[in-house]
């Protein structure tokens, strides 16, 4: 199992818009598409974590509104992210 600092620390490095950027939509869409594909590794084996779920529900609705902004924001941006991650919309 690799350490989440170590990938998280990739993810910011990749989709940063400059360097030292953690904020961006971009950079968080990305850290929490990578915070829901764990969950979802973890509830296939639990299927009864009622709590964890809960927890991944509130992750992919936060991570809904992001890319909402992201799209009001700057289409170019939303698409280029949407393909590069690999979501669907």
Do not use: C
């Not at 990739?10 to 915070?35: C, N, R, W, Y």
């Amino acid at each position: 199992m690799v350490k989440l600092p170590d990938d998280k620390q990739k993810i910011i490095e990749m989709f940063a818009q400059q360097k030292g950027d953690t904020g961006s939509p971009e950079v968080q869409i990305a850290l929490l598409t990578h915070k829901i594909s764990k969950l979802s590794e973890h509830l296939e084996q639990n299927k009864k974590d009622n709590h964890s779920r809960r927890g991944l529900l509130k992750i992919i609705a936060k991570r809904r509104r992001i890319i909402n902004y992201l799209q009001k924001l700057d289409e170019k941006r939303y698409k280029k992210l949407i393909s590069k991650l690999g979501l669907k919309k």
